[in-house]
C-alpha cells in the first residue's frame, strides 16, 4: 500500500455505468483538447500532426487523473502499462501514467462507514476500542485504517473500495479501448496478453481472504528468519472485502538513504535473498514491486513485509529453466541461456537470429549483479539506464514484439524493482553469493 495520502477524499463510482460515463466523459475531454490544441496551433501558422494533438500534456494529465479518480482496474491497467510497457509507450503518456504509482484518493467516511456495515453488520464498533475513519494509505484497490480492538491488539484494517471486483473486467477493456481508439497507445503494441493477466491478477488481489492466506503462509515459510516481520491475519475480523491484521510499524524503506552503509547494504541483502528464496525455494513470489510493501522497524532492525494480494505460485518447469537462465548467465553460457530463455516463452516461431542476440544481451545485462564477485555497488552502476536503453532498441523493432508467458513478466517486474531499490539506497550486495548458494539446491516438487 502507499504512504498516506494527501489527497481530499472522493466517492469510488461503485456502479457500471457510472464507471463506464467517467470513461465516456474522459474520451470527449481529450477529443476537446485536441481541438483547442489544433486550433491554437493553427493560429500560430503551424500544421499539427494527430499524435502531437493526442499527446499533449494536458491529455496525458487528463487520462491519469480520470484512473485515479475510478481506482480499481481502471487505475491498475494504468500501472501495469507504465511499469510493463514504459519503453514502448510515447514518454509523454508513461511520464505521466507513472503517477498512478503514487497514492490513489481515499473514501469519504460515508463509504468507508457504508463498507464496514455491509461486511460486519450494524454495530461492528463493539470490537474496537476505538477505529480511525482517516485513512493511513489508498491504493488502487483498497485503503488502509488503524485500529484498537478490545483486548488492546492493535490492527490494520484493509477496506476494498465498492464495487472494486464485478467492475475488473469491464473496466479493462474499456481503458484498453479508450487508450487504443484514443491513440494514446500505438496501434502495433499488442497489449491483449498482458490485459488478460491483468484480469486474472486483479481478481486474485480483490479476494483479501485469499491475500490473507497468502500472507499467513508467507509467515510459516519465514518462521525461521528473524529479520523479517509478517502481519497476523486476525481471521474473525477478515472477510471477501476486509482484510483485518496486527499493524505493524515502520519507516519507509526508500527513506533509509540516511542510515550507515553497513545497514543499507544488510537490509537490500535480505530482500535479494528473500526472492531468492521466493523462486527456488518456495515457487511463491509476491510478484509486486511496489516499494511500500517493505517497512523497516527501526527499534528492532527488522523488515515488515506487508501487502501480499500479488503472490503466484510458479511451476516448477519454469522455475528450473530460470535456474538454467541464471547459473548460464553467471557462466557467460550463451547456449545455456539460450535453452532455458526457449523453454520460459521468450522466443516466438521465426524469431530472427539477431533479435535472439539482442534478448540474450539484455538478460546478460541483467544478470550482471550476479556475475559479480563480491559486493556489487548498485549506487555507482549505471545498470538501469543500460537495461533501459538496450530494451528501448528492441522495442522499436516491432517485427519483433512477443509477449513472454505472465510468470516471467511479474517475476521481471519484482527483480526490476528490487534493482531500483538497491540504486535509491545506494546498496552494496553480494547477489553472486545469495543467488549461488540457492542456485545450487533442487526445486521442491510443489510450492510452498
Known amino acids: 500500500m502507499a504512504n498516506e495520502p494527501a489527497t481530499k477524499p472522493s466517492a ?30 493553427l493560429a500560430q501558422g503551424k500544421r499539427p500532426q494527430m499524435h502531437q494533438l493526442l499527446l499533449t500534456p494536458a491529455n496525458a494529465r487528463r487520462v491519469a487523473d480520470q484512473l485515479a479518480q475510478l481506482r480499481g482496474a481502471a487505475m491498475k491497467v494504468g500501472q501495469l502499462l507504465s511499469m510493463d510497457a514504459g519503453e514502448l509507450l510515447p514518454p509523454e503518456l508513461a511520464e505521466i501514467l507513472s503517477r498512478l504509482r503514487a497514492d490513489a484518493i481515499p473514501m469519504p467516511m460515508s463509504q468507508v462507514v457504508s463498507a464496514l456495515n455491509a461486511n460486519w453488520g450494524e454495530g461492528w464498533d463493539r470490537h474496537f476500542e476505538r477505529f480511525s475513519f482517516t485513512p493511513m494509505a489508498a491504493a488502487s484497490i483498497g485503503q488502509v ?51 488478460d493477466e491483468a484480469k486474472k491478477q486483479l481478481h486474485d488481489e480483490a479476494d483479501y481472504r485469499r491475500e490473507g492466506a497468502c500472507m499467513m503462509q508467507f509467515s510459516g515459510l519465514l518462521a525461521d528468519t528473524e529479520e523479517l516481520m509478517v502481519p497476523e491475519m486476525h481471521d474473525d475480523l477478515t472477510t471477501k472485502n476486509i482484510l483485518a491484521m496486527t499493524r505493524l510499524d ?21 530482500l535479494f535473498r528473500l526472492l531468492f528464496r521466493e523462486i527456488f525455494e518456495f515457487r511463491l513470489i509476491q510478484t509486486d514491486p511496489n516499494f511500500a510493501n517493505y517497512r523497516y522497524a527501526a527499534a528492532t532492525q527488522r523488515l515488515v513485509l506487508l501487502d501480499f494480494g500479488a ?28 535453452e532455458a530463455a526457449m523453454a520460459i516463452g521468450y522466443f516466438q516461431h521465426g524469431i530472427k537470429e539477431g533479435q535472439r542476440q ?32 538496450a530494451g528501448m ?14 510468470d516471467a513478466l511479474f517475476l521481471h517486474r519484482k527483480l526490476g524493482g528490487l534493482y531500483l531499490l538497491a540504486a535509491k539506497l545506494k546498496a552494496r550486495v553480494n547477489v553472486n553469493d545469495l543467488a549461488g548458494k540457492l542456485l545450487s539446491q533442487k526445486t521442491p516438487n510443489c510450492a510452498a
Open 250 to 270: 515502520g519507516d519507509a524503506v526508500e527513506t533509509l538513504i540516511h542510515l550507515p552503509q553497513a545497514e543499507r547494504d544488510r537490509i537490500v541483502s535480505q
Open 12 to 41: 469510488v463510482p461503485d456502479s457500471r455505468w457510472s464507471r463506464l460515463a467517467r470513461l465516456g466523459s474522459l474520451a470527449g475531454g481529450v477529443a476537446g483538447n485536441m481541438l483547442a490544441e489544433g486550433a491554437w496551433q
Open 311 to 338: 503472490t503466484r505460485a510458479y511451476p516448477a518447469a519454469m522455475v528450473d529453466s530460470y535456474r538454467q537462465l541464471m547459473t548460464s548467465a553467471m557462466r557467460n553460457d550463451r547456449q545455456g541461456m539460450n
Open 145 to 195: 485504517h488503524f485500529g484498537q480492538r478490545k483486548d488492546g491488539r492493535n490492527v490494520a484494517v484493509k477496506i476494498q473500495y465498492p464495487g472494486i471486483r464485478r467492475s475488473i473486467d469491464s473496466d479493462v477493456d474499456n481503458v484498453a479501448s479508450l487508450l487504443r481508439v484514443s491513440g494514446l497507445l500505438p496501434k502495433s503494441l499488442d497489449i491483449k496478453p498482458l490485459l
Open 358 to 389: 539482442a534478448v540474450l544481451d539484455i538478460f546478460a545485462l541483467a544478470c550482471e549483479p550476479l556475475r559479480h564477485i563480491g559486493a556489487y555497488d548498485f549506487g555507482r552502476s549505471d545498470l538501469g539506464v543500460r537495461i533501459r536503453d
Open 393 to 406: 532498441v528492441l522495442g522499436r523493432d516491432r517485427d519483433f514484439w512477443h509477449t513472454p508467458p505472465a
